[in-house]
């Protein structure tokens, strides 16, 4: 209910949700846009793992709900022993951890479900009634996830719009936006945020190759809020910036560390040097589930790499030979030099990031308990 209430209020894209009536989860199958909007049904934890997996669901908060959900499906579903629970529940939260590795945020949201979970099954009393108590928890505490995240976004979004003036043109890469978050977006949020406010600005979209999250998903959800966007290649950046058309850049996260190292979607570190070397700002628009205080160099964050067959067609067509030799990174990590400042839920983080991340975000919690127990 009040997430339906939330949605309604800025009209925005459900990405995710849970039908209480049919007892089931609804997401958006973002395989499929744009050409279709079509929802997926989900009732089996296995279920998100392949949505997740496949990307029918992606974005690094978007993830972390999901995988939140797929904890309070596998409880649901459920119904062995006390003795048969403790090798189930282990399981069920590492198969939703191996899903994708980069985003923090999905560590995050697994390592609060994790405790509400254990907190409700460590009391006292009969084994039946307290995992009955955990399914109600785990449901309210993954509704939280959602929530906070739709708020944390529209939090992004007012700092972010205070740097977006009247007249200006910006950058995307990927997809920052409702599809990839609870809702309203970190990057778009930002571009949201600005048109609620009255501003007229224009937007590029980067394509973002292999995949295209850009064009198909960006390029959808600024269409469908009737912000002015303009795609192009990845390629065409450069350009636009040496002759002057483009005022800032503005992109989501994956994970940034605690020294400011940022990962999001492969081609976000070559951007941030173009707009280094035409003294453009580099933004970075993300909420606090995304920061890891644990990590504070860059090497350290895992970068996925996919399927070889992402980069070998172009959409279904083939556009190399069958087996040519393939790296396909899908992330890359831009160094704090190159970031002018970090919208986030809390406030806008500026350089030197070890300070400001630090005194920002050190209360807020990390998953630092999950990759403890999985060292
Ligand atoms: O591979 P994807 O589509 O999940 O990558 C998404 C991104 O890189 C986004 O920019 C990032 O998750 C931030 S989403 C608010």
């Keep these: 209910m009040v997430f339906k209430a939330l949605l309604q209020a800025v009209n925005m894209i459900p990405t995710i949700n849970y039908n209480t009536q049919l007892e089931l989860v609804e997401l958006i199958d973002q395989t499929r846009l744009p050409l279709e909007k079509s929802i997926l049904r989900c009732t089996h934890e296995d279920e998100i793992v392949q949505a997740i997996k496949t990307m029918q669901i992606r974005g690094a908060p978007a993830i972390g709900v999901a995988a939140a959900y797929g904890v309070f499906l596998g409880l649901q579903r459920f119904n062995g022993s006390e003795k048969t629970f403790s090798a189930f529940w282990p399981g069920l939260v590492d198969m939703l951890a191996s899903t994708r590795p980069t985003a923090v945020n999905l560590f995050w949201a697994l390592d609060r479900m994790r405790q509400t979970v254990e907190t409700i099954l460590h009391t006292q009393g009969k084994f039946i009634e307290r995992l009955a108590m955990a399914r109600q928890g785990a449901l309210k505490e993954a509704q939280a996830i959602q929530n906070e995240d739709i708020a944390m976004c529209r939090a992004i979004g007012r700092y972010g719009a205070e740097f977006l003036k009247d007249g200006q043109t910006w950058i995307t890469h990927c997809n920052a936006g409702a599809l990839a978050t609870a809702g309203y977006g970190t990057a778009l949020g930002v571009f949201r945020a600005a048109q609620e406010q009255g501003k007229k600005f224009r937007v590029f979209v980067d394509e973002t190759r292999p995949l295209l999250q850009g064009s198909r998903l960006t390029a959808w959800e600024l269409r469908e809020e009737n912000i002015d966007a303009t795609l192009i290649c990845d390629n065409v950046a450069g350009s636009l910036m040496a002759n002057g058309k483009i005022q800032a850049v503005v992109v989501g996260a994956d994970r940034i560390t605690a020294h400011g190292y940022v990962a999001n979607k492969i081609g976000t570190y070559p951007l941030a040097v173009l707009a280094s070397f035409h003294n453009i700002p580099f933004y970075v628009a993300a909420p606090a589930s995304t920061f890891d205080l644990k990590l504070t160099l ?3 964050i895992a970068i996925e790499e996919r399927d070889p067959g992402e980069v070998r067609s172009f959409g279904a067509r083939p556009t190399a030979p069958f087996d040519m030799p393939v790296f ?13 400042a970090i919208f986030t839920n809390v406030g806008v983080l500026k350089p030197p990031f070890s300070a ?3 005194e920002k975000m050190a209360r807020i919690p990390t998953q630092a308990a999950f990759t403890a127990r999985k060292a």
């Design 356 to 358: 400001s991340i630090r």
């Design 298 to 300: 860059g090497r350290r």
């Design 328 to 340: 396909n990174p899908a992330f890359d990590v831009t160094p704090p030099e190159l970031v002018s």
